[in-house]
T-cell receptor, first 116, second 116 residues
Framework: KAGVTQTPRYLIKTRGQQVTLSCSPI?????VSWYQQTPGQGLQFLFE???????NKGNFPGRFSGRQFSNSRSEMNVSTLELGDSALYLC???????????????FGPGTRLTVL | AQSVTQLGSHVSVSEGALVLLRCNYS??????LFWYVQYPNQGLQLLLK??????LVKGINGFEAEFKKSETSFHLTKPSAHMSDAAEYFC??????????????FGQGTILTVHP
């Protein structure tokens, strides 16, 4: 089975621009979660989507948004980029969003976003 | 609220020596606990998870972890370190369902260095 894929792997943007990152989950997984990883704050949860609905959201400003399509692929968007948005953005998929003891999240390789 | 504390941001061992990475958690309900490993410029790879079936959990690459409820700990061990074990290790906790859908709460990570 193919793993979680994320595109693009690297992005360079300037302050004020917006960016869209894409994530394709493992086949059959309906839940997609997004995380931001920075040296200072570590790994922080952004949001989770399941069957095209956002079920959970972390403590991030409204500039961070996402969506999920009917094939479970997900995108996240960051508008009005700030220098502090430079990070590794990780996508993880699971069958049901950690809803049971057998559920596990599997991570993609990440998208490295640099904001200049 | 759940939280995870990893004691020691850096651990250094010699090849062939015991690896011990410490993780303590706090959770208001019985948690699911995970250990992930991250190699440079890669995503997170699942090493093992605890879901209450057994307190001693065996994972990939010879790693294992023991859940100790009385100590609220879930330390990761490997009897004999290999050079290829050098990476960053993350302990994470999840709670089933409700407002916790798809959310892992991570510790700050421990960088493991293995000396020849």
């Amino acid at each position: 089975k193919a793993g979680v894929t994320q595109t693009p792997r690297y992005l360079i943007k300037t302050r004020g621009q917006q960016v869209t990152l894409s994530c394709s989950p493992i086949s059959g997984h309906r839940s997609v979660s997004w995380y931001q990883q920075t040296p200072g704050q570590g790994l922080q949860f952004l949001f989770e989507y399941f069957s095209e609905t956002q079920r959970n959201k972390g403590n991030f400003p409204g500039r961070f948004s996402g969506r999920q399509f009917s094939n479970s692929r997900s995108e996240m968007n960051v508008s009005t980029l700030e220098l502090g948005d430079s990070a590794l953005y990780l996508c993880a998929s699971s069958p049901n969003g950690l809803a049971g003891s057998t559920d596990t999240q599997y991570f993609g390789p990440g998208t490295r976003l640099t904001v200049l | 609220a759940q939280s995870v504390t990893q004691l020691g941001s850096h651990v250094s061992v010699s090849e062939g020596a015991l690896v011990l990475l410490r993780c303590n958690y706090s959770s208001s309900v019985p948690p699911y606990l995970f250990w992930y490993v991250q190699y440079p410029n890669q995503g997170l790879q699942l090493l093992l998870k605890y879901t209450s079936a057994a307190t001693l959990v065996k994972g990939i690459n010879g790693f294992e972890a023991e859940f100790k409820k009385s100590e609220t700990s879930f330390h990761l061990t490997k009897p004999s370190a290999h050079m290829s074990d050098a990476a960053e290790y993350f302990c994470a906790v999840a709670k089933s369902g409700g407002t916790s859908y798809g959310k892992l709460t991570f510790g700050q990570g421990t960088i493991l260095t293995v000396h020849p």
